[in-house]
Nanobody, 113 residues
Framework: VQLQASGGGSGQAGGSLRVSCAASGSIFDYIVMGWYRQAPGKARELVAN?????TQYADSVKGRFTMSRDGAKYTELQMNSLKPEDAATYYC??????????WGQGTQVTVSS
């Protein structure tokens, strides 16, 4: 299984960007699908995930980011009202029913003020 992330890039504060992730290969039933981010010098943090059909967001992105998915093969993270602190490398993640974790390669998001 491979997760291929795309999108992101450079945006301005207050603007919007979108990152997406496509999965290839055979995926057992997934139990978690989500997005994480990691800024330089900081730990990787959860941005949003979907567990049993329920979407959860980090407090820092609630009301600004929206995560969507199409089964276990595709997910998007729409990022609106960007802030400079949203700048990071964004990673998509899937955990299947066996507990196996899959990660995308990361896609860069920069935000200028």
């Amino acid at each position: 299984v491979q997760l291929q992330a795309s999108g992101g890039g450079s945006g301005q504060a207050g603007g919007s960007l979108r990152v997406s992730c496509a999965a290839s290969g055979s995926i057992f039933d997934y139990i978690v699908m989500g997005w994480y981010r990691q800024a330089p010098g900081k730990a990787r943090e959860l941005v949003a995930n979907i567990i049993h059909g329920v979407t959860q967001y980090a407090d820092s992105v609630k009301g600004r980011f929206t995560m969507s998915r199409d089964g276990a093969k595709y997910t998007e993270l729409q990022m609106n009202s960007l802030k400079p602190e949203d700048a990071a490398t964004y990673y998509c993640h899937i955990r299947d029913i066996r507990g196996v974790d899959y990660w995308g390669q990361g896609t860069q998001v920069t935000v200028s003020s």
